[in-house]
């Protein structure tokens, strides 16, 4: 099977070497997101909240640019920043992921990138 990176061109700029996913066979690995600008003016920094909804967003049309969807994510690692918020992101998570809930972990980070409070990866189904 080869690779495919995939570009999306509805995320947000890559902030550093790292594609927004890669295909191989019917399985996408989509990389890390978090709260950046889809315009790249960076990161869009608010509440705990506003950043989990603007990850997901930013997951979403990943995922939609590379033939998937969130019906169709298998895997989710969710990088938390203070694990004080864990209640709050599953009752954001479960808006977006509402039945047949993929396997998932949820793991406080030491620190994310550029100070980001939230941070989603994901693998998913394409193709048929």
Do not use: W
């Amino acid at each position: 099977m080869e690779k495919k990176c995939v570009i999306a061109p509805n995320g947000p700029p890559a902030v550093g070497l790292y594609s927004h996913a890669v295909a191989v066979g019917n399985l996408l690995f989509v990389s890390g997101f978090g709260p950046m600008a889809q315009d790249g003016s960076g990161v869009k920094r608010g509440t705990f909240e506003s950043e989990a909804r603007l990850t997901f967003s930013n997951l979403k049309a990943v995922l939609e640019d590379a033939g998937s969807s969130l019906s169709r994510v298998i895997k989710t690692t969710c990088y938390l920043a203070d694990m004080n918020n864990f209640q709050e992101f599953n009752s954001i998570y479960k808006e977006y992921f509402t039945s047949d809930f993929p396997a998932r972990t949820t793991l406080q980070a030491g620190r994310l990138p550029m100070d980001i409070q939230v941070e989603i990866e994901a693998v998913a189904l394409i193709g048929g």
